[in-house]
């Protein structure tokens, strides 16, 4: 199988050593200069941070009826024994781990691991908090967890505590966007273990499994070297030594009669031999270790060192007709040794993933829903909350415990939806627990920021399920006063919706009922019946309050003018099509088949929209026809779905907005929600699933219009760049796909679109889903998935939630729908608007807020503060990003550094994106900052 696509050869770049090279994690390198073939052994051991059993238990070794698997001794084994071999060398990766380890280790073992660090036995590689997913993940939770990881080692070991290599050996495919990302934090080289079969089979044959990534189409300099591993991270075949393994370990006493080094040695060589033309150079790197090895390093490195004596001292021993040497290596002496190699290039991203022809590693872009919308709102949360306490002047380090818990929720089994349930559970716990140290932080910055004295903050913390109990009294004892702060860098008009058990008779604002379905949430304990919805206008990192007072008895005759009394026309199915319009919005909709056709800033378009499911496929998984879909894998038994009519509707218009309420099951509803601001907006509830008949669904969102897309759709990755898809094909190798739906899907962060030359429709979702276009001129979006059988890729459970009740997991979510002509819209700031959504506070009355740390009226419109968060007590984390892509017209961008500080700027140096590596010739009197298209850079600020 060829590789096409103009593919492109290119000469690794001469500043390649510079970056790479530093006194920890090279001066143990050996020498390369292609006079022998260097098989480079790396010791490792793979570590999630939960999986089928939670962080704690995986650390301590509790739960030991699931496997009696303790990282603690892990570490404790590596590191006594690398400490009698200057030799032997060992990389660890996930610093979650790491940060436990150290915080319960004595001093003498504390200072054993710095010598190690120290003479480059030990390396760090990646260095994030989590090995982190790369499909459902947000950019700025990846940012985050690499920043909080990488500081930890940083602040721990100093220079040693660097790294600029990545280790993505077990996440399910990989995205172009977090390639980017870790270039911008100086990294060089990222080790992949999971690619599609076929791609690896291609890459395979045409010698490209290393290969130079091109990662941003906007960011020219955002490249950095590939490397697909052998054998996954596994070792190989025959020659694991963990004392889980089967495998014989090595005997070298040749008077023994089990002495077996030369039959073992010649297996090797020829496994080796077979794939070394699959790698450009005479390197070849060989994994020793798997998932929580080494809890007896010994037993492992023992082994190693027979098989490197041995077959250092076999000069008949050849590959590529060099004399063969083995040694103990890490990925950066292995980037090392490739340098100036002539590699393939590319420019696309790993998805989607699949392991078999049935495999198609697409249902985790949407499992676990309520998991995936917890952590958008945590982050959002976390984002506000970390600015208004810089603002404030609160101190670093008061959001530790949130940081940590979202940090966490990045990891490959966590926001994936794939690890068993209590160990979703325990993540749940851990970030609603940091929600409460956020709120505290929140509701001191207000205090902190307001000149009056408003009472108490209250916080809605059940708003997800329309409830208040919190403020209930309060409205109807005089009123309240909504508080929202934005943390986007762009003015907001939006709405905002406040529960309340009172109809409008008590207030002067629109009131829309809630629908039945949402009073038969289990999560619900509140009276609310309806909800106030207003409009308001919040400017960039601004504050704006507004006052909820009930009204007087003589409220009709004194304010006539404002009075507003909502209503309501109740349509049957049956009845003939009917047209509503709000502002420059026009939706025509069939009473039982839906919307029908959209006008929309202009562009009109014929479109129908609804919900389908498919049917999961069910089965043993005991060879690839009978593989079942499940927590990874979306594979239904057939192509088409099965359609959702609608069975009942209703219509409510107020003054600030018209909804059209559709029943479809007694477990599927929606709100088509029309404000006249060029938007719609679909609310829906889904759930639970009903499974009576045994079999799984998976549930979908479909619009169809007359756009002539043909096979090309476009998606985001992580929140940033957008991607092209093309279906039923891949840029750089030919695939086959027997599963046309699920080899079509994608992740989906926060947009998907398709276009012809006359309208583009771009629909934005609340959370990370799986998306594609299977026909011209069409877009599905995957809500929710309830399987009943495991897809056999270990986690050993169905993708069956029980949600609160037990019955089975319901969820509420939204997402936009946008049409325009196209390139017209920006959906990247509108991405961002949704992902930073006002933070909401109440108080009996206005809060008079201010601050002064920042003048954000001199960002220019298309940059964004992505960070800023105290650190000390005059010390801040700021970053700035142009939020455009190149080829959406946006250009360089200037920024006035010292004007947006007010000029109270006593020391600024730029650092990489991660925070941890000084950029020194971007230090100094930094007076303007220039921000190409979709450039992110980092500073460290004290203020006067």
Not at 155 to 181: M, N, Y
Not at 680 to 698: F, L, S, T
Request: hydrophobic share 35%; glycine share 8%.
């Amino acid at each position: 199988m060829a590789i096409h696509g103009g593919v492109a050869f290119v000469l690794l770049f001469a500043g390649f050593s510079a970056s790479v090279t530093g006194k920890c994690s090279f001066e143990n390198c050996g020498h390369y200069d292609n006079s022998s073939y260097v098989v480079h052994i790396v010791p490792h051991s793979h570590m999630d941070l939960g999986w089928l059993k939670t962080v704690q238990q995986y650390f301590y070794g509790t739960n030991a009826g699931e496997n009696n698997i303790a990282v603690k001794l892990i570490y404790d084994s590596v590191v006594s024994e690398l400490l009698t071999d200057v030799n032997k060398r060992f990389i660890f990766v996930e610093t979650g781990f790491f940060e436990l380890w150290w915080n319960h280790s004595s001093d003498a073992s504390r200072e054993s691991f710095r010598k190690l660090l120290n003479n480059g036995q030990i390396e760090f590689i990646s260095g994030g908090y989590v090995m982190n997913d790369e499909a459902a993940t947000y950019y700025t939770n990846t940012i985050d967890q690499m920043t909080l990881g990488l500081g930890i080692l940083r602040k721990t070991f100093g220079e040693c505590g660097v790294s600029r290599v990545g280790w993505q050996i077990d996440p399910f495919g990989h995205s172009r966007e977090f390639a980017s990302l870790l270039s911008q934090m100086n990294f060089d080289g990222l080790f992949l273990g999971r690619i599609d079969y076929q791609d690896k089979n291609a890459r395979e044959e045409s010698g490209t499994m290393e290969f130079y990534w091109r990662a941003s189409e906007s960011l020219p300099k955002s490249r950095l070297t590939g490397v697909v591993l052998a054998n996954n991270y596994s070792p190989p075949p025959g020659f694991c030594f963990d004392i889980y393994c089967n495998d014989d370990p090595l005997v070298e006493d040749k008077e023994s009669e089990e002495y077996n080094l030369p039959g073992r040695i010649e297996k090797l060589m020829e496994w080796i031999g077979t794939r070394a033309p699959f790698f450009a150079t005479n390197n070849f790197l060989i994994t020793m270790g798997n998932d929580f090895n080494y809890h007896s390093a010994h037993k492992w490195m023992s082994n190693i060192d027979i098989l490197i004596r041995y077959v250092n001292t076999r000069k008949d021993l050849k590959i590529n007709g060099l004399p063969v040497r083995f040694e103990y290596s890490t990925p950066s002496c292995y980037l090392k040794a490739i340098r100036g190699a002539k590699l393939a290039s590319k420019a696309d991203d790993f998805f989607p993933y699949s392991s078999d022809p049935h495999a198609f590693w697409t249902g985790y872009f949407t499992s676990r829903p309520a998991f995936k919308y917890l952590d958008r709102f945590a982050n959002n949360l976390f984002q506000a909350a970390k600015q208004l306490a810089a603002m404030a002047g609160l101190g670093g380090g008061r959001l530790s415990g949130l940081s940590r818990a979202l940090a966490v929720d990045q990891h490959h089994d966590a926001i994936t939806g794939t690890a068993k349930q209590f160990v979703n559970d325990a993540y749940t716990r851990s970030t609603l627990k940091g929600f409460n140290e956020a709120r505290d932080v929140i509701a001191e910055a207000f205090v902190s920021l307001s000149r009056n004295d408003a009472g108490p903050i209250v916080f809605c913390k059940s708003l997800n399920v329309s409830e208040c109990d919190e403020i209930d009294g309060m409205l109807r004892n005089g009123g309240i006063t909504v508080n929202a702060y934005n943390p986007s860098s762009q003015l907001v008009r939006t709405f905002l919706r406040i529960p309340t058990t009172d109809g409008e008779e008590a207030f002067s604002v629109t009131f829309c009922p809630y629908r039945r379905v949402l009073f038969a949430l289990p999560e619900r304990s509140g009276k609310a019946t309806h909800e106030i919805v207003f409009p308001i206008e919040i400017g960039a990192h601004a504050f704006e309050s507004v006052s909820i007072k009930p009204k007087k008895t003589s409220w009709a005759s004194e304010f006539p003018s404002e009075v507003e009394v909502p209503t309501y026309r109740r349509l049957r199915p049956g009845k003939r099509e009917f047209v509503e319009r709000r502002g420059d919005t026009e939706l025509r909709i069939h009473p039982t088949r839906g919307l029908v056709r959209m006008t929309m800033n202009g562009v009109t378009i014929n479109a129908t929209a609804g919900y389908y499911y498919y049917e999961s496929h069910a089965g043993d998984n005991h060879d690839f026809g009978h593989r079942a879909s499940g927590a990874y894998i979306f594979r239904p038994n057939v192509s088409s779905p099965v359609p959702l009519p609608i069975t009942s509707q209703e219509i409510i218009k107020g003054k600030t907005v018209t909804e059209i309420h559709n029943t479809y099951t007694d477990w599927l509803s929606d709100v088509i929600r029309m404000t006249g601001d060029g938007k719609v907006e679909v609310e829906w509830v889904i759930g639970p699933i009903p499974v009576a008949d045994k079999v799984g669904k998976e549930i979908i969102w479909r619009m169809d219009t007359d756009i002539d897309s043909g096979s090309e759709f476009f998606t985001d990755s992580n929140g940033r760049e957008t991607l092209k898809r093309t279906r039923d094909s891949r840029p750089t190798w030919d695939v086959s796909l027997e599963e046309p739906v699920a080899g079509n899907y994608y992740p989906v962060n926060t947009r998907i679109a398709i276009r012809d030359k006359d309208a583009e429709t771009t629909v934005l979702t609340d959370r990370s889903v799986g998306g594609s276009s299977l026909r011209s001129g069409q877009i599905e979006i995957m809500l929710h998935r309830r399987c009943l059988f495991d897809d056999a890729f270990g986690v050993g459970e169905a993708l069956n939630e029980p949600g609160y009740d037990g019955e089975g997991l319901r969820i509420r979510g939204t997402h936009t729908i946008v049409v325009q002509t196209p390139d017209e819209f920006d959906a990247r700031s509108a991405s961002i608007n949704l992902a930073l959504k006002p933070i909401v506070v109440f108080s009996k009355e206005p809060l008079e807020t201010s601050q002064s740390r920042i003048n954000v009226t001199t960002l220019p419109d298309i940059v964004q503060l992505l960070s800023f968060e105290q650190l000390a007590e005059n010390e801040f984390l700021v970053r700035l990003e142009n939020k455009l892509e190149r080829r959406a017209g946006a250009g360089t961008v200037t920024v006035d550094f010292p004007a947006l500080f007010n000029d109270r700027i006593e020391n600024v140096k730029e650092t990489f994106l991660a925070a941890n590596i000084d950029r020194p010739s971007r230090t100094g009197a930094i007076r303007s900052v220039r921000l190409y298209p979709m450039e992110i850079r980092t500073f460290l600020v004290t203020l006067k």
